[in-house]
Nanobody, 117 residues
């Protein structure tokens, strides 16, 4: 499975961005997809996740501001980010978890989101 993330950039506080992740390869292996982020000096953390049943979960810090969605026909996952704050600044990574827990997760290359005035 290959993941290609896009959509990062510089945005002012209070602004919006939409991240996209295109998945290719053995898509049938994938149970859930999500977005993680890593800010400088901090560990990578889960931002949002959606599973094959459409169930979603979000980090407390982004609830009510971020929305994860998917387009199964196009094998894509999106992260709509609204009301962005400087603390949302990070490299955002697309992630895919296989059904088989013995198989390692897949990761995209990361896209930088900078929230600054």
């Amino acid at each position: 499975v290959q993941l290609q993330a896009s959509g990062g950039g510089l945005v002012q506080p209070g602004g919006s961005l939409r991240l996209s992740c295109a998945a290719s390869g053995d898509i049938f292996e994938i149970d859930a997809m999500g977005w993680y982020r890593q800010a400088p000096g901090r560990q990578r953390e889960l931002v949002a996740r959606i599973d094959s049943a459409g169930r979603t979960n979000y980090a407390d810090a982004v609830k009510g501001r971020f929305t994860i969605s998917e387009d199964n026909a196009k094998n894509m996952v999106f992260l709509q980010m609204n009301s962005l704050k400087p603390e949302d600044t990070a490299v955002y990574y697309c992630n895919a978890d296989p059904y088989d827990s013995r198989v390692a997760s897949y990761w995209g290359q990361g896209t930088l989101v900078t929230v600054s005035s």
